[in-house]
């Protein structure tokens, strides 16, 4: 099989050469640019969902105007979910346009090394005549560092990084005697400089793709940064936040604290959107905008299979090509970027791709649903933090989210979701450690204020929000989306849907199975080892 598929690769690769490479400069120029905005473990948070269906309260609170007016000028997709909820396994699904599971070592956290025979879409649309680059976090593909993306050679940040731990960075200036507005600003100058260096690189004229990818919306940020230099009073969100958090001024202030460095994010893109509007380069650019998976430091959220996981936003901005104010609800895998990205692109699309190009769904005017077979998808984890659990075990699970259902697997139903408690009784860990310290214990939810609040307060009538939090799972667990939103109440064990149950079982088992899943064609090992090796897909 490995032989066959670099044979294959290799083939691909002197087709994009020979076939597709533009031959002069005006060609290129028929090619729209790329902007991709990709945040670090950002879920589906802007003010453009406040009155779309199933939409949240809080998304009333959070004031995104960059993003809303690419979704205004463009597309917005209300049912768009990353395959895995962990930054590695998603972003190797998103720049292969594949499943995660089929990324050999891509589909981990810690121990990942990617798989240099698989094509990427960054590397295919440079074959194909895109200068790219990138700002922040991405992944690493291209080997050596110096020659892919991920590497140094497409890495634009002479301006700097601090852009990433925004609010502990104004907050910093602040204290040594700037204005609030006047540090902000430093920040976005850097986001500004480092565009511009890569733009100032393009000295051929060539159509570009390139990726912005802030983590200031990962951990951590600093307490009371969402309503001090944002405005967002963590009381309006009393009686609003999901069932499986607590209602208390600990969690509303750090969901509130998270809804600024959404707000950072934004501003961030603002600044992208002006200098394009700058050289003239708006209306001949595809801006996509998106997260790679759900809120950090909550339960339910990274690292879980529900919606508060995997659940993102994503907008799409075209002119001439995507109608303007359109909502549509197919579901969006992340993994159907890629080949969207090169078929924009004019590249070949590489057969192996199980992801499906959206350009179809871009050309259509209306909303709603668009493609009446896009009305599934399928999420999956097994590895986040190698040491969250003995012998580095992952937490196996697979899913699939229907319009009425969401139906997972638990293979492993004997192992703590979260990773492994402390050797000692959490809860008399110290407040200030389970809130900064991912590793104190159950290390698959990151450290947070909200993580420290629902530790310590176990044994203070709060037993429920502990279990959401952190209790072992069944084996299959399914929800009815229409009377349960937030996936609280598992109807898995319940007569009347079993018929339901065997259906989506059967169907998410099919899928795993056609596209080659290592969790079920084999025995199941493949994951099991840390790091593991396969070589055959």
């Known amino acids: ?98 499943y995660f599971y089929r990324t050999g070592r891509g589909a981990i956290l810690q121990g990942a090394v990617w798989d240099e025979t698989i094509p990427t879409y960054p590397l295919l649309l440079e074959q194909n005549g895109y200068h790219i680059g990138y700002t922040y976090k991405v992944w690493s593909p291209g080997k050596p560092v110096n020659a892919g993306y991920g590497g140094e050679r497409t890495k634009y940040e002479t301006a700097g ?34 565009f511009q260096a890569f733009l100032n690189a393009n000295e051929n004229g060539q159509p570009f793709c390139y990726w912005f990818g802030p983590t200031n919306t990962h951990r951590k940020w ?40 959404t707000m950072a ?18 209306d001949n650019t595809l801006i996509v905008v998106s997260g790679d998976h759900g809120i950090p430091g909550f339960p339910h959220g990274k690292c879980n299979l529900y919606d508060f996981g995997t659940s993102v936003g994503l907008m799409a901005r075209w002119p001439g090509v995507i109608k303007p ?48 077979e896009r009305n599934y998808v399928i999420t999956g984890r097994e590895r986040h933090v190698a040491k969250a659990r003995e012998d580095n075990l992952p937490y196996p699970q697979r899913a699939i989210r229907t319009d009425d259902f969401l139906y997972i697997i638990n293979f ?16 008399e860990l110290d407040f200030d450690l389970l809130a900064n310290n991912t590793f104190a214990t159950y290390a698959d939810l990151d450290a947070s204020p909200t993580k420290a609040w629902i530790v310590k307060n176990r044994n203070n009538g709060n037993e429920k929000f502990y279990q959401f939090a952190f209790g072992k799972r069944p084996s299959e667990e399914l929800y009815a989306i229409a009377g349960d939103p937030f996936q609280i109440k598992n109807l898995a064990d319940d007569p009347s849907y079993e018929n339901i149950k065997t259906q989506l079982r059967e169907q998410l088992l099919k899928e795993l199975k056609a596209t080659g899943d290592p969790r079920v064609t084999g025995d199941g090992q493949t994951f099991e080892r840390m790091p593991y090796i396969t070589t055959d897909f």
């Open 412 to 427: 492993q139903e004997d192992r703590f979701p979260m990773g492994d408690p402390g050797e000692k009784d959490e809860t």
């Open 1 to 98: 099989m490995r032989r066959f598929y670099l044979i294959h690769f290799t083939a691909l690769f002197l087709i994009i050469n020979s076939a597709c490479t533009p031959t002069s400069r005006e060609e290129t120029q028929q090619k729209p640019n790329i902007l991709f905005a990709f945040a670090d473990d950002w879920g589906k948070y802007a003010s453009c969902y406040a009155n779309v269906k199933g939409s949240e309260d809080w998304q009333k609170l959070v004031k995104t105007p960059h993003i809303d007016r690419i979704a205004n000028e463009g597309v917005l997709f209300n049912r768009a979910y990353v395959n895995a909820p962990s930054c590695t396994p998603c972003r190797s699904s998103l720049l292969s346009g594949q």
């Open 161 to 194: 990084r601090s852009f990433n731990q925004f609010s502990q960075n104004v907050t910093k200036m602040v204290t040594e005697g700037k204005t609030i507005a006047a540090a902000k600003q430093v920040l976005l100058d850097e986001v500004r400089g480092n």
């Open 325 to 372: 104010k359109r909502v549509v609800d197919d579901f969006v895998n992340l993994m159907d970027l890629a080949p969207t990205f090169l078929e924009v692109g004019g590249a070949v699309i590489p057969e192996l791709m199980t992801g499906k190009s959206l350009l179809d769904v871009f050309r259509n005017n209306n909303s709603g649903q668009i493609e009446k």
């Open 222 to 261: 600093t307490m009371g940064s969402g309503k001090k230099l944002w405005g967002i009073e963590p009381d309006n969100l009393t009686g609003k936040l999901p069932p499986f958090l607590p209602d208390v001024d600990t969690v509303r202030e750090d969901f509130a604290d998270y809804l600024g460095e």
């Open 265 to 282: 994010f934004d501003a961030g893109l603002g600044v992208l959107l002006e200098m394009l509007e700058e050289r003239g380069e708006l």
